[in-house]
């Protein structure tokens, strides 16, 4: 088992395609749950929805959680209360660029990277440049 991913976004089609792009470019070897939209499916985040994503995702290697807006950490936080210590102990959460750092993790991920440098690559993505040289 590998560290998987949860995608956490007010935007439900926003989160399916972030887990889906980046589910590609990790050739589908990382398990990437999403919670994606309020309860009622519009705009929003839910709390539910985060905890069943982190059931979804359970690994004993860790789950990184990564975020669109800050205040999708708030539902965040509010599903991580529901985990017990060891649970909680195997869930980090990623102040990474949501689409680079989900794919830059899946990635790192596949190739069993461990949580601590999945979570240090998707950090990393805040450097990435995405027009190198003169423009």
Avoid: C, W, Y
């Avoid at 690994?59 to 599903?79: H, P, R």
């Avoid at 689409?99 to 949580?115: D, K």
């Amino acid at each position: 088992m590998a560290v998987s991913l949860v995608i956490v976004s007010h935007s439900v089609k926003l989160a399916e395609g972030v887990a889906e792009l980046a589910a590609q470019m990790a050739n589908g070897q990382t398990i990437i749950a999403t919670a994606g939209g309020a309860a009622d499916g519009s705009l929003g985040t839910s709390a539910d929805k985060v905890l069943q994503a982190l059931t979804q995702a359970a690994s004993i290697d860790g789950i990184l959680i990564l975020v669109d807006l800050g205040s999708a950490a708030m539902a965040v936080d509010i599903a991580l209360e529901s985990l017990t210590p060891e649970q909680r102990a195997r869930v980090q959460v990623s102040s990474a660029p949501l689409v680079e750092g989900a794919v830059i993790a899946a990635v790192e991920a596949s190739i069993g990277r461990s949580l601590a440098e999945v979570a240090e690559a998707a950090t990393s993505a805040e450097a990435l440049n995405k027009f190198p040289g003169e423009r």
